[in-house]
């Protein structure tokens, strides 16, 4: 990744252009920019040329966001997560916004273990039918060797 070396290097050492961001989350740059265009990410900045700059927070918070993909969360989903998440940090929150702010996360640790079980369902699926077709290997192997011409049973 070249960096806008028009940018002084006080102000580049604690941000990381859009490439740096996307290589260290493990995600495309394409998928970067269609996340800030969700509105899941903000740039913290741009540098003289133009070029999106980020802070340890955003990589952080892609790095949530690639967690939560999996479990089929939606971009509504995600954005509503995040609000929370954000929200709390704020040291200055009423107590009474805090308590009703950890229940509404209470409630996505439900809906994330709900989506976990779920996928966990399906992956057993998968593994079911890749062992099916270990097995149907096994038994094409024996087919030819015994000249046997049965068909291969469904799975």
Known sequence: MRRDESVPSLVRRNTLQIGEVAERVGLS?????????????VPTGRTPGGFRLYDDDAVSRLLLIRKMKPLGFTLDEMRSLLAVRDELIDPQLASERRAELRERLRTWVVLAEQKLATLREQAGVAEDFVVGL????????????GESHDELPEH
Do not use: F, I, N, P
């Open 29 to 41: 740059l394409r998928t970067v920019r269609y996340y800030e265009e969700a509105g899941l990410l």
């Open 134 to 145: 270990h097995d149907d290997v096994e038994r094409s192997q024996t087919t030819v060797q």
